[in-house]
């Protein structure tokens, strides 16, 4: 089903983006806030990843709140006027 705004989440991102958009470009593989369709996006927040053996920082990824995702879905649902999960 193709509605007119659509959830898209990436590694430390979370955006409705707008197919209806002029400038929507299905194609694109990345995702930031600046996209011309991104109707509204929210960034995640930087989590460190510690070893469990000795507790040091292996790496740290980006990650979004599972919360903000779903503030995401139902602000998006209410865009294509259906009523919130
Ligand atoms: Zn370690």
Request: with cysteine.
């Amino acid at each position: 089903m193709n509605e007119r705004y659509f959830v898209d989440e990436r590694v430390g991102m979370v955006a409705i983006r707008d197919r209806f958009h002029p400038e929507y470009d299905k194609e694109r593989s990345g995702l930031n806030s600046q996209m011309p369709d991104v109707f509204i996006s929210w960034a995640g927040t930087q989590v460190s990843v510690i070893c469990k053996e000795c507790g040091h920082t292996k790496y740290k990824e980006w990650r979004v709140d599972p919360a903000v995702v779903k503030i995401a879905e139902n602000m998006c649902a209410e865009l294509n006027g259906k009523d919130p999960k």
